[in-house]
């Protein structure tokens, strides 16, 4: 491993800036009269300024030695060349070269004073008007006080990457909010661990027992559990206890702090059923509306179709089918009901009954959109109905605020979808929070037919949307239970069933079958094997190329989670090569042709298709590959199915390497082949939810490889992470 080192120098240029989050390719003079390239986040780095700059030195493959700086100390040009090599550089909006010449003329070593102090002075210059004058002022004081900001940060050894957005959102006075209220680090959108902004209020004089501390504490708490465990709210006692252990504080103290910010509105507490339930005062606005939403919508009916019947026989001879008992009940209420849950395991006919209920919503004259949670799902959707299908976050006009860091959608109640009919699919990937964006966009009168499957794995946001209201029993539900024949003969759509039901998935293979399982209860031997499979064995006998392969494991942690698995698979499935650029990160590095998966929501990023449409945002899940790594290594071109996007190295954090993902990273999401490794892992993931969705992800081939008393475990296991949510109550007792 690399010792950190100190390297002190002048910036002579700036080969690369992201303005966005300050991540900067610099060359560098050393004082020692040595040239290096220097990477970090440096944000707006100009010529001429100085850096005492701590880091390692790394070797890049194409473009050799360079310093990775993980802090710097940062000093503005003090003599007139350098300060002149700065402004000409075009680091001051509104100060080009011949400008930087007459003011260094004019004011020598204290032009950078009299920028930033003294601005009525740039009058005097030939061409610099008043306005001029304070825009290069204002430019030159954001850059100071970010500065400031980085300074701050760093003596706290938090990232620098958070002084952009810090000064986005609090501009000039980004010091003195933190110095106020360094808790609102641990808050929207900055996410530093409570135990460091703690430790940094305690440096700042902040008392143990302070007021501001326990309520700090006491948010986190809610917003911790929302984010990590999928909660609503947190029952009172819970809450106080979780607080009292974070802060080790007295329970008098959290009471009291409770009860205050209760009074002020940033928690709610609510009797739900018999539990007092503590809300993050957004989290209740979404519930309530939510639930008061549907009721509206279930008092609201539409006028019945005559002749319903009638027109679902002619359906059924214009698509040749004819209805199962249950399907045909699926079509006729989404001829009655505003509202309809339409649930089902994989081959019980799901897919039939949606094209019907659109195919009667048109005979209606109903307008249809089609909706789904994630591009491969709308994708999915679009193609099995022969009509477009659009994600959620599109369809709603999903933007993001860079101010504040959250995120709006241009459809509301004000400016509702342009749809008599909306049909929503793969329901149990919807949180709270997106229902409730999604029902304030739908204008009255609109029906709406929820599609899914209850037995999968909840949503990653909070809540648990799709079971609560079938639950709740409040609206009209159609769960498809009858394995129709031609599916009954997959022995895929026989093990996810089996598994439904608690009992062991049939293992013993056939030579025509479309399940396998293979024992393998070594773990070098089960790596070997998934990778011999993918590289070999799939392509050449049963025709099936490894980029319609995905490797599924419950865990990304240990011998055979997905960061073992990646590494394997990597080296044998996109080798290195001297045609090839890559990029090291962490302990390994992307590869141009590699599969990647976007692991956290990014509303920043830009992206192009081919046909010129252009928009934002990468999401948690989305799977691309990369195309193209430019010769510095900071730059790559990544293709998410449709859609290209550029990445530049700082963002890297936000992908994986994608030839192996957890179950949980899959929902939404059906490939031609899966390869599920089963081997002993953390309990809370040896579940019948976590097998379940696995084995329904893959379309034409299922190979489980490891250990059957694992998969025996999981098969058995029902038992289910308990999620506080108050919507099914609300929607029983409203």
Not at 113 to 142: C, H, M, N
Not at 232 to 261: I, N, S, Y
Not at 493 to 504: F, I, L, Y
Not at 667 to 677: A, D, H, K
Request: glycine share 8%; with cysteine.
């Amino acid at each position: 491993m690399n010792e950190s080192q100190t390297v002190i120098g002048t910036v002579m240029a700036v080969i690369y800036q992201n303005e966005e989050n300050g991540y900067a390719v610099l060359r560098l003079v050393t004082d020692e009269g040595e040239l290096l390239t220097a990477t970090g986040c440096i944000p707006c780095a100009a010529p001429g300024e100085r850096l005492v700059a701590n880091g390692t030195f790394a070797v890049h493959p194409q473009h050799g030695e360079q310093f990775v700086i993980d802090a710097a100390d940062r000093y503005m040009p003090d003599d007139e060349t350098q300060i002149l090599n700065y402004l000409a550089s075009g680091a001051l909006r509104g100060v080009g070269p011949a400008t930087a010449q007459k003011l260094v003329a004019r004011f020598g070593a204290q032009t950078l004073s009299v920028i930033e102090s003294e601005p009525e002075k740039l009058r005097t210059i030939q061409g610099i008007t008043d306005k001029r004058a304070r825009e290069i002022a204002q430019s030159f004081r954001a850059q100071m006080g970010l500065r400031r900001v980085m300074e701050f940060l760093t003596r706290y050894e938090l990232p620098v990457a958070l002084a952009v957005p810090l000064y986005r959102r609090y501009g000039a006075d980004a010091m003195d909010a933190v110095r106020r209220n360094p808790y609102l680090l641990s808050g929207e959108p900055f996410h530093v661990e409570f135990s460091v902004s703690d430790e940094i209020a305690l440096s700042l004089g902040v008392s143990g027992d302070a007021a501001c501390r326990t309520e700090a504490g006491l948010l986190f708490e809610l917003s911790h559990n929302e984010l990590g465990g999928g909660h609503v709210f947190l029952p009172r006692h819970k809450l106080l206890a979780a607080t009292v252990q974070l802060l080790d504080c007295g329970t008098d103290a959290a009471e009291r702090a409770l009860d205050d910010l209760i009074e002020r509105g940033h928690i709610v507490c609510e009797q739900v059923a018999n539990v007092e339930a503590c809300y993050l005062a957004r989290c209740h606005e979404a519930e309530t509306y939510v639930a008061a939403r549907l009721r509206a919508m279930l008092s609201d009916r539409p006028d019945k179709l005559r002749g319903a019947s009638k027109v679902i026989d002619e359906i059924e001879r214009e698509q040749g089918i004819e209805y199962a008992p249950l399907q045909r009940r699926a079509v006729e209420l989404a001829a009655q009901e505003a509202l309809l849950l339409l649930t089902g395991g994989p081959g019980t006919g799901k897919t039939t009954s949606v094209r019907g209920i659109v195919a009667l919503f048109e005979r209606m004259g109903l307008t249809v959109l089609l909706a789904a949670p994630t591009g491969r799902a709308a994708q999915r959707m679009g193609e099995l109905c022969g009509r477009e299908a659009q994600t959620i976050h599109r369809m709603l006009g999903m933007s993001w605020n860079e101010q504040t860091g959250e995120v709006s959608f241009a459809k509301s109640e004000q400016d509702p979808l342009e749809a008599d009919a909306v049909i929503l699919d793969e329901m149990s990937m919807v949180d709270l929070a997106l229902m409730r964006a999604f029902l304030a966009a739908l204008r009255p009168g609109c029906r709406l037919v929820m599609v899914g499957d209850s037995d999968q794995l909840p949503s990653v946001g909070a809540g648990n949307v799709f079971a609560d209201l079938i639950r709740s029993g409040k609206l009209a539900t159609v769960a498809l239970t009858e394995i129709f024949r031609q599916a009954e003969r997959s022995a895929i759509v026989r093990s996810a069933h089996a598994v439904n039901d608690g009992r062991m998935p049939e293992l013993n293979n056939s030579a025509d079958g479309d399940f396998f399982f293979l024992p393998r209860r070594d773990s070098a031997r089960l790596v070997d094997t998934v990778v011999e499979l993918c590289a070999h064995r799939l392509p050449e006998k049963m025709h099936l190329p490894a980029a319609e392969i995905q490797v599924l494991t419950p865990t990304r942690k240990g011998p055979t989670g997905t960061l073992a698995l990646n590494r394997a698979l990597q080296a044998a499935l996109n080798p290195a090569a001297p045609a090839k650029r890559e990029r090291p990160w962490g302990d390994g590095v992307f590869r141009e042709g590699d599969r990647v998966m976007q692991i956290r929501n990014d509303y920043d990023v830009v992206w192009e298709k081919e046909d010129g449409t252009a928009g934002t945002g990468i999401f948690n899940g989305d799977v691309g590959r990369i195309l193209q790594i430019d010769p510095s290594g900071e730059l790559l071109t990544i293709a998410f199915d449709d859609r290209v996007a550029t990445y530049t190295a700082d963002m890297l954090a936000e992908l994986d390497v994608a030839y192996a993902t957890t179950v949980h990273k899959a929902q939404g999401s059906e490939y031609r082949g899966v390869i599920f490794v089963s081997a002993p892992c953390a309990p809370l993931l040896q579940v019948r939810g976590v097998l379940y969705t696995a084995i329904t992800r893959a379309r034409e081939l299922l190979i489980i490889v490891g250990d059957d008393a694992t998969v025996g475990r999981m098969a058995e296991n029902d038992r289910q992470q308990r999620r506080y949510s108050g919507l099914r109550w609300r929607l029983k007792n409203g």
